[in-house]
């Protein structure tokens, strides 16, 4: 729809390879629990939790300048991954092919206008995060309400599209902006960064601490859900 609507939009390349599946395992899903874990290693990263029912999700996360897309991504991850110790070796050994195992570019969109004449884009089809930013899904919920708000709030419908990517904007480059900060931290290139993003997360996990750790990495409340339109007024008044 966006192609068809704005032509080729070339997202931002964040310079990572990302992959996921889930797998089936008593024993791996017993042993791993439903509290993330990972393994890093300068330039990688593993991760894995449970989610019940036997199941174990798996992400895996790669440093390559390269933006081309392998021909065999399954292949790609056990070069990449099959070698590391812990858990990938076995999990990778039964890697699904797409459309089971999920393969992409970590990217970020960033558009200058989200809607022409009657058709708009919401959520990451014009705004997407990345997973180092997180709260993807969160910005494009927020987006839909603030788009429904300005067009249940009365006027043109150019006004009121132009009004919510004037209200989005804003919040979004931010969270995109500190995406682009925890490039460095998510699968560090460096072994001392490694080490000092680990202790970070020891750290966060003292009581009292784990809201001071987030608050210092997430941008502050962006005041979205706060329309002036009578849909709002109502679910208050309820």
């Known amino acids: ?9 070339a997202p931002r390349f964040l310079g990572h390879h990302v992959a996921a599946f889930t797998l089936r395992d008593a024993r791996l899903s017993a ?4 509290r993330y874990q990972m393994l890093t290693e300068p330039g990688v990263m593993a991760g894995a939790y449970a989610l019940g029912d036997d199941r174990l999700s798996l992400l895996f996360l790669r440093r390559d ?39 992409d570019l970590v990217t970020q969109v960033e558009m200058e206008r989200w809607h022409e004449g009657r058709v708009v884009l919401v959520g990451d089809a014009c705004q997407a995060v990345s997973l180092f930013a997180g709260q993807g899904a969160s910005m494009a919920m927020a987006g839909a309400w603030v788009l429904a708000d300005e067009l249940t709030a009365g006027g043109d419908l150019p006004g009121a599209l132009g009004r919510y990517q004037e209200r989005m904007a804003p919040g979004i480059a ?18 001392w960064r490694i080490a000092v993003r680990d202790l970070m997360l020891r750290l966060a996990a ?7 750790f987030v608050n210092s990495l997430s941008p502050g409340g962006h005041r979205l859900i706060s329309g002036r339109s009578h849909v709002l007024e109502s679910v208050r008044e309820d």
């Open 206 to 212: 003292l009581p009292g601490a784990g809201r001071l």
């Open 65 to 103: 300048p390269d933006p081309a897309l392998p021909e065999d991504p399954a292949a790609a991850l056990r070069r990449g991954f099959g070698e590391r110790g812990w858990i990938p070796p076995d999990v990778l050994a039964r890697c699904p092919g797409p459309p089971e195992l999920y393969y």
């Open 1 to 9: 729809m966006r192609e068809l609507a704005f032509g080729d939009v």
């Open 174 to 191: 931010e969270v995109q902006d500190l995406g682009r900060r925890f490039i460095a931290w998510m699968a560090p290139s460096h072994r």
């Open 31 to 34: 042993q791993i629990g439903t």
